[in-house]
């Protein structure tokens, strides 16, 4: 019996009426219209896509908004925005009524009209709004809401999201992002916020001169403090904003030898040259480490678009090119940073799916050391006289008095100080990797990160982890255990971790891998790597095959 074809119901029609008649945007309505026509004239793909972009609202969290830039409540738009801000404001004005707001965006598609909107919203409840002067790395944001003692800070932006996305990033009066019960309490507000239509509006913000830019950037410049200079240096910001930015921080902290990748040089909302805008994506340095080979660099850095991650690469004594993984960089920088550290009983975080390597090298400067939930919303929080937080996915945060979030302008102004005392020496960041490595033990770490179309698989895959655990991975005996507080997965053995749970940002599964191995003698480093990597290799495959949908 042939299937009837599915049928647009009166309640999808009524709602989606009432949302174009509420909308504050011509294109949006005008997207909309187009897309309930279609769907009323019986095509099952505008039905879908309208059943789609209806069904619930863009859901805000911890990481505040995230998702594709597409008119109706299920996307990122004004109104979307409009509604957010509202809720923002009201639960802002129960703590502090007018006080500061800084608002900041990225290059991304609709970013303007957003930040835009947001300043609009806030001004008309009567908040004394500040706007950065233009597309601007999120930890200017970030440094911009703790120096002028703002309430909250909100960047548009989707980080290293697909270039279809967009964002809303909201950071709290300390600078940092917020967490619970913050986010549930705005997003009650949110859905008490009359139609985006009915929802004051001013007229705007007082726009920001270069001078927080100048500041954020002189005190930046201030963390190399090495002395040596002679370093060439290999830069793309991958299509995003922090080209500009991070070639005037290194040049600021002395750094001229800088070469930036020329086809992702200026801000491009496409990323045309990328599958996916993250310097984790396999490819997406590949045109950088090209550059460092063609320019003989001494050091290779990749920002992600927002410019709040760093990836560092560096040349072997082979003479080929690698990116370092997101715990080696952080090892390595937690080393030299709490060499360097001035404060009394320092603290140094990592987080519970990074390499577990930092907490030795702290205990060797005498430092304390502290494992938070993922996310530097955490790890910010982590404790007294915090020096240094990194995450595995590339986070990192150098300079914790004045960016309370993570930081790539700074990582990299950090790495290319080190990398320049270590050429002054006549080594190099691998041969320091080298000597934490013999100095701590070994440490490889990677990744496992299937991306689901179907969310619905993602959860199911996630259940039947839970539910049909296995008993060995790469050939060793594992136990279970839940995380309650991370909502995830540990599966643990001799010398092998895995962690697995739900990206909050994109529609992926994420298990973090871990391999160690004792502390060995000079002579056997290679070969101990190589036995820890097999290890690692195996366990990415065992670990692949169990978040395959079924």
């Given at each position: 019996?042939?299937?009837?074809?599915?049928?647009?119901?009166?309640?999808?029609?009524?709602?989606?009426?009432?949302?174009?008649?509420?909308?504050?945007?011509?294109?949006?309505?005008?997207?909309?219209?187009?897309?309930?026509?279609?769907?009323?004239?019986?095509?099952?793909?505008?039905?879908?896509?309208?059943?789609?972009?209806?069904?619930?609202?863009?859901?805000?969290?911890?990481?505040?908004?995230?998702?594709?830039?597409?008119?109706?409540?299920?996307?990122?738009?004004?109104?979307?925005?409009?509604?957010?801000?509202?809720?923002?404001?009201?639960?802002?004005?129960?703590?502090?009524?007018?006080?500061?707001?800084?608002?900041?965006?990225?290059?991304?598609?609709?970013?303007?009209?957003?930040?835009?909107?947001?300043?609009?919203?806030?001004?008309?409840?009567?908040?004394?709004?500040?706007?950065?002067?233009?597309?601007?790395?999120?930890?200017?944001?970030?440094?911009?809401?703790?120096?002028?003692?703002?309430?909250?800070?909100?960047?548009?932006?989707?980080?290293?999201?697909?270039?279809?996305?967009?964002?809303?990033?909201?950071?709290?009066?300390?600078?940092?992002?917020?967490?619970?019960?913050?986010?549930?309490?705005?997003?009650?507000?949110?859905?008490?916020?009359?139609?985006?239509?009915a929802v004051p509006k001013g007229k705007g913000a007082r726009l920001l001169g270069d001078e927080v830019v100048d500041s954020y950037l002189d005190r930046i410049a201030a963390l190399a403090t090495a002395g040596a200079r002679d370093l060439r240096i290999a830069v793309t910001p991958l299509h995003g904003v922090g080209g500009t930015v991070v070639v005037d921080a290194l040049r600021r902290a002395g750094f001229t030898d800088v070469h930036l990748v020329e086809a992702q040089a200026e801000p491009d909302p496409d990323f045309p040259t990328v599958a996916f805008p993250n310097p984790e994506e396999p490819g997406a340095t590949d045109l950088l480490l090209q550059l460092a080979a063609d320019v003989d660099a001494d050091l290779a850095i990749a920002l992600d678009p927002d410019?709040?991650?760093?990836?560092?690469?560096?040349?072997?004594?082979?003479?080929?090119?690698?990116?370092?993984?997101?715990?080696?960089?952080?090892?390595?920088?937690?080393?030299?940073?709490?060499?360097?550290?001035?404060?009394?009983?320092?603290?140094?975080?990592?987080?519970?799916?990074?390499?577990?390597?930092?907490?030795?090298?702290?205990?060797?400067?005498?430092?304390?050391?502290?494992?938070?939930?993922?996310?530097?919303?955490?790890?910010?929080?982590?404790?007294?006289?915090?020096?240094?937080?990194?995450?595995?996915?590339?986070?990192?945060?150098?300079?914790?008095?004045?960016?309370?979030?993570?930081?790539?302008?700074?990582?990299?102004?950090?790495?290319?100080?080190?990398?320049?005392?270590?050429?002054?020496?006549?080594?190099?960041?691998?041969?320091?990797?080298?000597?934490?490595?013999?100095?701590?033990?070994?440490?490889?770490?990677?990744?496992?990160?299937?991306?689901?179309?179907?969310?619905?698989?993602?959860?199911?895959?996630?259940?039947?982890?839970?539910?049909?655990?296995?008993?060995?991975?790469?050939?060793?005996?594992?136990?279970?255990?839940?995380?309650?507080?991370?909502?995830?997965?540990?599966?643990?053995?001799?010398?092998?971790?895995?962690?697995?749970?739900?990206?909050?940002?994109?529609?992926?599964?994420?298990?973090?891998?871990?391999?160690?191995?004792?502390?060995?003698?000079?002579?056997?480093?290679?070969?101990?790597?190589?036995?820890?990597?097999?290890?690692?290799?195996?366990?990415?495959?065992?670990?692949?095959?169990?978040?395959?949908?079924?």
């Amino acid at each position: 019996m042939q299937q009837k074809p599915p049928r647009l119901t009166p309640e999808l029609r009524d709602t989606t009426f009432r949302w174009i008649a509420d909308d504050v945007d011509d294109d949006s309505r005008a997207q909309m219209q187009d897309l309930l026509a279609r769907a009323m004239a019986g095509d099952t793909e505008a039905l879908s896509e309208l059943d789609d972009r209806m069904s619930g609202t863009l859901t805000f969290g911890t990481a505040g908004l995230r998702g594709p830039v597409r008119a109706g409540p299920n996307g990122m738009n004004t109104a979307v925005v409009v509604r957010t801000t509202a809720g923002l404001a009201a639960w802002l004005a129960k703590r502090n009524p007018g006080g500061t707001v800084v608002i900041g965006r990225d290059a991304r598609h609709g970013s303007e009209r957003f930040a835009t909107a947001a300043a609009e919203v806030l001004d008309a409840a009567g908040f004394d709004v500040r706007v950065l002067p233009r597309p601007l790395p999120t930890p200017v944001l970030a440094y911009a809401t703790l120096d002028l003692g703002a309430c909250a800070g909100i960047q548009v932006t989707a980080s290293h999201n697909p270039p279809a996305d967009n964002g809303y990033k909201v950071f709290d009066h300390t600078g940092i992002q917020i967490v619970p019960p913050a986010d549930s309490e705005i997003e009650a507000e949110i859905a008490a916020a009359p139609a985006a239509v009915a929802v004051p509006k001013g007229k705007g913000a007082r726009l920001l001169g270069d001078e927080v830019v100048d500041s954020y950037l002189d005190r930046i410049a201030a963390l190399a403090t090495a002395g040596a200079r002679d370093l060439r240096i290999a830069v793309t910001p991958l299509h995003g904003v922090g080209g500009t930015v991070v070639v005037d921080a290194l040049r600021r902290a002395g750094f001229t030898d800088v070469h930036l990748v020329e086809a992702q040089a200026e801000p491009d909302p496409d990323f045309p040259t990328v599958a996916f805008p993250n310097p984790e994506e396999p490819g997406a340095t590949d045109l950088l480490l090209q550059l460092a080979a063609d320019v003989d660099a001494d050091l290779a850095i990749a920002l992600d678009p927002d410019a709040d991650r760093c990836a560092v690469g560096a040349r072997g004594h082979d003479g080929s090119w690698r990116m370092l993984t997101g715990d080696e960089t952080g090892v390595l920088l937690g080393d030299r940073l709490l060499a360097r550290t001035q404060v009394a009983d320092p603290l140094v975080a990592t987080t519970i799916v990074s390499s577990s390597l930092l907490a030795q090298v702290a205990r060797a400067h005498g430092a304390r050391h502290a494992r938070t939930l993922t996310g530097f919303k955490w790890l910010m929080r982590a404790g007294e006289r915090l020096v240094y937080a990194y995450e595995e996915a590339l986070g990192l945060c150098v300079n914790p008095g004045f960016v309370k979030d993570k930081d790539g302008i700074a990582a990299a102004v950090f790495a290319a100080d080190v990398a320049a005392e270590a050429k002054s020496q006549g080594r190099t960041l691998l041969d320091l990797l080298d000597e934490l490595t013999v100095a701590h033990g070994v440490s490889v770490t990677g990744q496992v990160a299937p991306r689901f179309t179907d969310l619905a698989e993602r959860a199911a895959v996630m259940e039947r982890l839970r539910t049909e655990p296995p008993t060995t991975l790469a050939g060793i005996p594992v136990t279970t255990e839940e995380l309650p507080d991370a909502d995830a997965l540990k599966l643990s053995g001799e010398r092998i971790r895995v962690i697995v749970r739900l990206s909050g940002t994109e529609p992926k599964v994420k298990a973090y891998l871990e391999v160690t191995m004792p502390t060995p003698a000079p002579d056997d480093l290679v070969s101990t790597r190589r036995t820890a990597q097999e290890t690692l290799t195996a366990l990415r495959d065992d670990v692949a095959n169990l978040l395959t949908a079924r």
